[in-house]
């Protein structure tokens, strides 16, 4: 069993900046797929970011050029920069880990989530 938890969110203005971590513990391993998704009030959970073992990482095109994910293995830590803000990136965001898969952009392929953390942008 793995566990993740995820802090960082809080209130940041349109083109602020706000950095997320996730800290996993349990049976972790370095080769795990990471990743992170969003989720905000009425929408579907969506992807974010994800990232490899070997820290190949995936972005979706909202994100793109503004995020960056990353881990640090030795600290079975997650990370997620976020800058240039917008309002419309306000959601509760989770970090994920996945068991058997280098590396994924399919929420379904992730088998443990944290509680997810909120961030809140305003205009």
């Known amino acids: 069993q793995v566990q993740l938890v995820e802090s960082g969110g809080g209130l940041a203005q349109a083109g602020g900046s706000l950095r997320l971590s996730c800290a996993a513990s349990?049976?972790?391993?370095?080769?795990?797929?990471m990743g992170w998704f969003r989720q905000a009030p009425g929408k579907e959970r969506e992807f974010v970011a994800a990232i490899s073992g070997s820290t190949t990482t995936y972005y979706s095109d909202s994100v793109k050029g503004r995020f960056t994910i990353s881990r640090d293995n030795a600290k079975n830590t997650l990370y997620l920069q976020m800058n240039s803000l917008k309002p419309e990136d306000t959601a509760v965001y989770y970090c994920?880990?996945?068991?058997?898969?280098?590396?994924?952009?399919?929420?379904?392929?992730?088998?443990?989530w944290g509680q997810g953390t909120q961030v809140t942008v305003s205009s």
């Open positions: 349990g049976r972790t391993s370095t080769s795990y797929a």
């Open positions: 994920a880990a996945a068991r058997d898969l280098r590396i994924s952009v399919i929420r379904g392929d992730y088998d443990y």
